[in-house]
Each structure stands twice: as C-alpha cells, then as structure tokens.
C-alpha cells in the first residue's frame, strides 16, 4: 500500500464519519453564511459583539453528522459539547453572560463627568421596577371594587351589581 492509497483511504473513511458525506446543499450554504458574518465581524468590524456570536451559531446549528457512525455528537446525547451548549440555553445561563459582558464594557466617562447624569439611570431603574412591580401588585390585592346595594321596586329583597373580579369568588351570603 503506497502512501496515496492510505491517505485516500484514511481521508475516505474520515469523510463518512464527519458527516459531511451527508451535507446537503443548504447545509453548504448556511455555513458559507456563518463564516461570512464572522468575517464581516473581525476584517470589516461591523458590530463583532453581534456577528460574531451568530455567525458561530450558524455553524454549530448546521454541522451535519452521521447518526449512523455512533459518534455522540448530536443535541441531544449526553456529554456532547453541542449538548453542554444546549444546556447553556435550556438552563438560562446566555443572558447573564451576555448582560455581565455588555455591562463591563459599558462606558463610564459620561457619568465620571457630569455625575448629574446618574440620577437619570437611577429613574430609569425606578421605571422599570415600577413598570415591572405595579401591575403584579394590583392584581394580586384588586379583588373586586366596592358595591353599593341598589334599592329594589319590587317586593324582592335587595340585589348588588355582580362583582367584577379576575378570582372565582364564592356567592354572597
């Protein structure tokens, strides 16, 4: 066996066990997608923080492999890193990484110099917890608004206006 044979044995044999025996063309394109946006992100600079964390994703979303070849590889096998990743997104664990980062880059100069400023990020903060806090708070104590009894014409004994509440309430007694 010359050394051509065993490489194109070897290279033949690895082609079927990478998957890529079983690339269709829209994985080809996808990846070609993936790798053009992490090249706009680190040659052209246009928003890396964004492209570059897509375009990666494009290419892990769309590697094709060979389920037949016993390799665990996929999503949803245990201990592969595509499923470490999974469970990175599953468990909740991106958006605070993302926020963490996003806030250790953030910019400081602004406020160093004009302190005022500080009190606008702070009623911002108060909005947003307002905004977030209010509504839970009025659903949680609004049960019903207070009725007043209305006076019947009739012989019957006086009614109420039926509550207005989001809870099942029992009847009146």
């Known amino acids: 066996m010359t050394f051509h044979e065993f490489m194109a044995i070897n290279f033949h044999q690895f082609w079927e066990l990478t998957g890529f025996a079983n690339a269709t063309w829209q994985h080809l394109v996808m990846l070609v997608v993936g790798l053009f946006f992490i090249w706009l992100a680190i040659k052209k600079n246009f928003e890396p ?26 999503i949803y096998e245990e201990g592969s890193v595509l499923n470490i990743l999974y469970n990175g997104v599953s ?45 839970t708070w009025w659903l949680s104590h609004w049960d019903s608004p207070p009725t007043r009894q209305v006076q019947s014409q009739s012989s019957e004994a006086p009614t109420a206006p039926p509550p207005y509440s989001f809870h099942q309430s029992s009847p009146p007694t």
């Open 49 to 74: 923080m964004l492209l570059v964390p897509i375009g990666f994703g494009i290419l892990i979303g769309n590697i094709p492999f060979n389920a037949e070849a016993g390799l665990e590889i996929g």
């Open 91 to 135: 468990a909740g664990w991106y958006p605070p990484l993302i926020f963490l980062g996003i806030g250790a880059m953030t910019d400081f100069s602004a406020l160093i110099a004009n302190p005022k400023l500080m009190l606008v990020g702070a009623a911002a903060q108060f909005g947003i917890f307002g905004a977030r806090s209010e509504p």
